[in-house]
């Protein structure tokens, strides 16, 4: 079993920054692809960014990318997700998620855990 839990989230101004971060136990850390996935009211949940238990990343495009990015600490077992240049478009609640193999995917339902999820609104 992983367990995941987020924090960071917050409320912030546009054009400001935040720094999500999931913390993973459990075992099987090393080889656990990792990803951050956002949903805002009434919409679906899509993905955001992935990372490989090697850090390799995958981000949507064009709507994060060169804004937000992905990164990993294995040896603490955490994932970071670093948000800048926020826009109003940009609140959610933003997941994290892990799935033991394959690489990063878009699709949720090709994870195995969830964490509950931290609130992002933008302000304009």
């Known amino acids: 079993q992983v367990q995941l839990v987020e924090s960071g989230g917050g409320l912030v101004q546009s054009g400001g920054s935040l720094r999500l971060s999931c913390a993973a136990s459990g075992r099987m850390m090393r080889i656990i692809t990792m990803a951050w996935f956002r949903q805002a009211p009434g919409k679906e949940r899509e993905f955001v960014a992935g990372i490989t238990w090697n850090g390799g990343t995958t981000y949507d495009e064009p709507s994060v990318k060169g804004r937000f990015t992905i990164s990993r600490d294995n040896a603490k077992n955490t994932v970071f997700l670093q948000m800048n240049s926020l826009k109003p478009e940009d609140t959610a609640v933003y997941y994290c998620?892990?799935?033991?193999?394959?690489?990063?995917?878009?699709?949720?339902?090709?994870?195995?855990?969830w964490g509950q999820g931290t609130q992002v609104t933008v302000s304009s």
């Open positions: 998620a892990a799935r033991v193999m394959g690489r990063v995917s878009g699709s949720p339902d090709d994870y195995d855990y």
